[in-house]
């Protein structure tokens, strides 16, 4: 996957879909627009990408980072696979 930047505007097109998919499949940290600013985001399951966002943010380690799932067994599933 090519290491450019790229604005994906919602609701995705199917080529942004495919683009939005192979970053998560790489365990890049995306970018992308809301109402009032940008937000950051990625695969929440793998610490590498959670430190990468820190980084990103340069956001102190005590200060937790918001993670948006789709519904109540996916948090559980993400809550289960943390380790960090």
Do not use: Q, W
């Amino acid at each position: 996957m090519e290491n450019i930047a790229r604005l994906v505007k919602f609701p995705f097109s199917k080529t942004e879909e495919i683009l939005v998919k192979t970053a998560l499949l790489h365990n890049k940290v995306l970018a992308f627009p809301t109402e009032t600013f940008y937000g950051l985001g990625g695969n929440a399951f793998l610490k590498k990408v959670a430190d990468r966002v820190y980084n990103i943010k340069e956001r102190p380690r005590n200060k937790p980072l918001l993670v948006l799932t789709l519904s109540l067994i996916h948090f559980v599933r993400f809550r289960r696979s943390l380790t960090y």
